[in-house]
């Protein structure tokens, strides 16, 4: 990472940071490795179903993968409270960062490199530990527990991953600027971060249209849902077409199979995303994320001009 081929700011940039720099593909270097032995450990899995019995090393692996997911919910948040701690704000705080004006650089290239440098590593880190996580996370896929849909795989398994990690990176260099403690930079660029991927994350199924199945009263309600789908709503429909929810007779009644007449009910709905939905998705998650980082990364350089010429 220290070749001839990075000059200027940029060497000194991953010169400085060179432990950090080399974090990420150690990280996913050891996820590969322990990915590898816990496939070969896993062996065969079992019998299917949700009440099958599963051979306890597949479980285990299930249960890691599943951790692993949740962990990788935290990369972005790491990425930018260090962007925005010890590679902006520690030096705006101490000033050191003047001494790389001395060396034939101007403020904007100092900051485009820290941008670039961490921008590159995390991005291309965050698309290696996509790529282990999916090698693991397709042994374990077919588990009735487990699903693409739900926050941790979701992001853990797509292009969207890497985007909020320059998401990060983006807002560290801003909040950097701002704050100039290094302590408190991190600690707000981790919380807005935050706040960017649980805002997103509830709207992302709004994204694309839901699709609906319905069957008779009497049918199998197994039918309604299609194999690798996200269920967004079910309940009731009566013979005018609106819907009751799912536990309108067993209210009644307490049987769930038994309707009282005068609710006049004669099918079932779901409301879900299919399997199909998840690329277009993710993609489009994407383009929303990087387009608040552009944001960011813009207020950043103003700020920047405003402030240091």
Not at 106 to 112: F, H, K, N
């Amino acid at each position: 990472m220290s070749a001839p081929a990075l000059k200027g700011p940029y060497w000194a940039t991953v010169r400085q940071h060179r432990h950090a720099v080399w974090a990420l593909p150690a990280l996913a270097a050891v996820g590969l490795a322990a990915v590898a032995a816990l496939r070969v450990w896993a062996g065969d899995p079992g019998p299917e179903g949700p009440f099958a019995y599963r051979a306890r090393s597949y479980q285990v692996m299930r249960l890691c993968m599943e951790y692993a997911g949740t962990g990788l919910l935290l990369l972005p948040l790491l990425v930018g409270a260090f962007a925005a701690g010890p590679m902006t704000a520690r030096e705006l705080e101490s000033g050191t960062w003047r001494l790389a004006l001395t060396q034939s650089t101007t403020p904007r290239a100092w900051l485009g490199a820290k941008v670039l440098v961490a921008g590159a590593v995390s991005a291309l880190g965050a698309a290696a530990l996509v790529l282990v996580f999916r090698l693991g996370w397709t042994r374990v896929s077919g588990t009735w527990q487990l699903s693409r849909f739900d926050r941790g795989p979701y992001e853990a398994t797509g292009p969207v991953l890497a985007a909020y990690c320059l998401l990060g990176v983006a807002l560290g260099v801003l909040v950097g600027q701002l704050v100039r403690r290094t302590v408190a930079a991190m600690a707000v660029t981790g919380l807005l971060t935050g706040l960017v991927l649980l805002g997103v994350g509830s709207l992302r199924w709004s994204f694309l249209p839901v699709e609906t199945n319905s069957i008779p009263f009497a049918g199998n309600p197994v039918k309604l849902l299609p194999r690798d789908s996200l269920l967004t709503d079910m309940g009731l429909l009566t013979a005018s077409g609106s819907r009751l929810p799912n536990q309108a007779c067993f209210e009644r009644t307490l049987n769930a199979d038994v309707c009282p007449a005068d609710l006049n009910v004669t099918g079932r709905y779901a409301d879900f995303h299919p399997a199909s939905h998840y690329w277009p998705t993710q993609l489009i998650e994407t383009a929303v994320v990087l387009a608040l980082a552009a944001a960011a990364l813009y207020a950043a350089f103003r700020v920047l001009r405003a402030r240091r010429g």
